[in-house]
């Protein structure tokens, strides 16, 4: 969930017009009663490749207080928007970033290929983002 946009229009994406807004708080709430367990997805959608170390930071740690204070639960999980890893830091700095804040990291699943673009397969740092970009517990 993008916490800063709860209840409120989705303008995050310029490129699709979207007539919807992202699910109110009571919504939310009711879901978690169901059974479903929520992620953090920031607090603005922001491309962590485009942003720097201390927005990355700002969005982990205020997501989730978001989250913790408002629908008090524990997020678990955090899945970058776009699905894009941080360039201003290595992969090992950014997990350990994320491991103060979310025991979990996902990438969204439907940006896979930009997350992965110019990377071989045999690459150490290919490996890498493909241990974490997959969920494997930080």
């Known amino acids: 969930m993008v916490t800063g ?13 979207i007539n919807e807004k992202c699910m109110d708080i009571e919504q939310l709430r009711e879901m978690i009663s169901d059974g479903w367990e929520l992620a953090s997805h920031g607090i603005t959608h922001q491309n962590f490749a485009l942003i720097t170390r201390d927005l990355i930071v700002e969005e982990l740690r205020e997501s989730k207080a978001w989250i913790t204070d408002n629908l008090k639960v524990e997020p678990v999980c955090f899945v970058l928007p776009y699905g894009s890893l941080p360039i201003v830091m290595k992969s090992r700095e950014f997990v350990a970033l994320v491991k103060k ?18 990377l071989k397969n045999n690459d150490k740092e290919y490996r890498k983002l493909l241990w974490l970009v997959n969920g494997i517990k930080v």
């Not at 209840?7 to 310029?14: F, Q, S, V």
């Not at 979310?102 to 110019?118: A, D, E, I």
């Open 5 to 17: 946009f709860v209840g409120k229009p989705i303008t995050w994406d310029r490129h699709k017009t």
């Open 101 to 118: 804040y979310y025991p979990y990291l996902r990438r969204n699943s439907k940006t896979s290929y930009s997350v992965f673009h110019g």
